[in-house]
């Protein structure tokens, strides 16, 4: 499975970026598709996750500002980041969690080598 993110970059503070990452692979069904980001000096942390069912979660510091969407049958997951801030520079690593192969594989996780967002002040 390989996970192909595209969308990052700079942009001043207050503006908008839309992150998007497709999976291809032999995939059946993926629980999980979502973003976590990784600051210089910071441990990774959730960004933002939507289930196959389409039950969001965002992390705190991101509520209200992003939105995390997701195309089933593209597999592929879309976060529009709006009213960004300088605190939001990281590179962003899409995931892919609970990616089945058949009905009757193991799960497995995946994830993408990550893009970078640069927020100017």
Do not use: H
């Not at 990452?21 to 939507?50: N, T």
């Not at 979660?57 to 195309?71: A, E, M, N, W």
Request: aromatic share 12%; with cysteine; charged share 15%.
């Amino acid at each position: 499975v390989q996970l192909q993110a595209s969308g990052g970059g700079l942009v001043q503070a207050g503006g908008s970026l839309r992150l998007s990452c497709a999976a291809s692979g032999p995939i059946f069904s993926i629980d999980y598709l979502g973003w976590y980001r990784q600051a210089p000096g910071k441990e990774r942390e959730l960004v933002a996750r939507v289930t196959s069912d389409g039950i969001v979660k965002y992390g705190d510091s991101v509520q209200g500002r992003f939105t995390i969407s997701r195309d089933n049958a593209k597999n592929t997951v879309y976060l529009q980041m709006s009213s960004l801030k300088p605190e939001d520079t990281a590179v962003y690593y899409c995931s892919a969690e609970g990616v089945y192969f058949s009905i009757s594989s193991y799960a497995r996780d995946f994830w993408g080598q990550g893009t970078l967002v640069t927020v100017s002040s």
